[in-house]
Nanobody
């Protein structure tokens, strides 16, 4: 069993930065691929970024490539999402998720993952 708790969301101006964190508790965190997906008001859930259990592979949605960076620290059981050059269209609730199937995590639509958190809200507005 893995529990995920996101933090770091908030209000930021266009062009600004935020870093989201996802703290995992429970057993075997190191064996799970981790990722972030988001859901904007009235829209479907979208995959944002994924990182493999060993940090050897990463995936980014085209909409965030070059602006967002996913990383993980297995010694702290934490995964991060550094978001730079934020745009109003990045406004959404961001969810951390964990799954044993890396390829599933990179596919749209968002699937039923092994675990996911309660989400943290990001608002990009002037």
């Amino acid at each position: 069993q893995v529990q995920l708790v996101e933090s770091g969301g908030g209000l930021v101006q266009p062009g600004g930065s935020l870093r989201l964190s996802c703290a995992a508790s429970g057993r075997n965190f190191n064996y799970y691929n981790m990722g972030w997906f988001r859901q904007a008001p009235g829209k479907e859930r979208d995959v944002v970024a994924v990182i493999s259990w060993s940090s050897g592979a990463t995936y980014y949605a085209d909409s965030v490539k070059g602006r967002f960076t996913i990383s993980r620290d297995n010694t702290k059981n934490t995964v991060y999402l550094q978001m730079d050059s934020l745009k109003p269209e990045d406004t959404a609730v961001y969810y951390c998720n964990a799954d044993r199937d890396y390829n599933k995590m990179t596919r749209q639509p968002v699937d039923d993952y092994d675990y996911w958190g309660q989400g943290t809200r990001v608002t990009v507005s002037s």
